[in-house]
């Protein structure tokens, strides 16, 4: 069945008149198309190309080829699909738009009626989790639709939902019906928290521990150049109150793109906070390099000053004999809880 097309040229004389008829050819060159005399008649006589048939004036493509755009050959529709993802990068938890678009090559225009599927995908290690999914599979996020139809502008559209966990996406996607040239195409984005950079160092002020080998997260030191400022307020200050003991030592503030810290490795919540480079976590124990209990409240007043909160957090809850928690982390029996650490927000704010 000939395709819904236009006629193929083939160049020359699409008919012949007889040799009775002197009758004059057109202005493309043909015989007039189904005039005839009662003594001339015409006969039509044509050489279609390749996947086409003489069905109309002179030759129609059969389906599902079409015209090339010089009208001398019979081809196959093509097309070719192209990803644009709104924004480039997205915050944890945040939802982005991405684009798939579907042209006619051979006319360059927009294709309506695609369908196109696509997928995401994440690259297990990214975002600063070098633990990959050695303790449980990681969360890709959201892709909602899975499939959509191209519209009369020749674009579909998709909405990704970030998941709270920082790093590397690919969106993977391909026109299933009719189907396009260059399948499948792939696109990326970030999850991330802009703007973050690791601490620097300076044995004088400070000491950055945690990341050891055998650890979920090996760079664990990343803030905000404004929470950085007010750590380093801090340092001085602590540093020049106390002089003869050691400087102090930090441990985990975000990873390197933000997001969640799940430093047990499992894509689960597990650090409070630590998400956008404003908290970072204070030794604060009986280990070499803590705050010293003694110290407590001075190193607090001068957070205070500087308008930073400064909690002691504990691995447990651990409670005094009217029930409540005891702010200091040590137990009845005088022990002190080795995971004690100052849980500092360095903006003053729980984030």
Known sequence: MGAESDWINMGGECAACDVYATFPKDSQGYCPKNICFASYHITYST????????IGNPCTCDDPYVPDPTKTSCVLDQYSLSLQISPGQVEPSKSAKI?????????????????????VDVDVTSGGHVHGESEAPRGKGTLIPATGTTLADGTVSFTFGAPEVSGKHSFTAQCDNPTCTNNPITAEIKVMVDGLSTIPGDPSLYVLIGGEEGKKHHDNHYLTDDAKS????????????????????????????????????????????????????????????AVPFNNF??????????????????TSDKIDHQGRKAPDCIGLDGSQDSNRHYHIRLMGVAE
């Open 47 to 54: 050489s279609c190309p390749a996947h086409a048939q003489p």
């Open 99 to 119: 684009i798939a678009k579907v042209i006619d090559t051979l006319t360059g225009q927009p294709k309506e009626g695609v369908t196109v599927g696509i997928k």
């Open 230 to 289: 007010q750590l380093v307020v801090l340092a001085i200050n602590y540093h020049f109150l106390y002089p003869n003991q050691p400087v102090l030592h930090l441990n985990d503030a975000s990873l390197e793109w933000g997001g969640l810290f799940d430093f047990t490795g499992n894509w689960k919540p597990g650090h409070h906070e630590h998400k956008r480079g404003t908290v970072i976590d204070i030794r604060a124990n009986e280990a070499t390099g």
């Open 297 to 314: 409240d001075r190193f607090e007043k001068i957070a205070l000053d500087a308008q930073i909160n400064a909690d002691i957090h504990c």
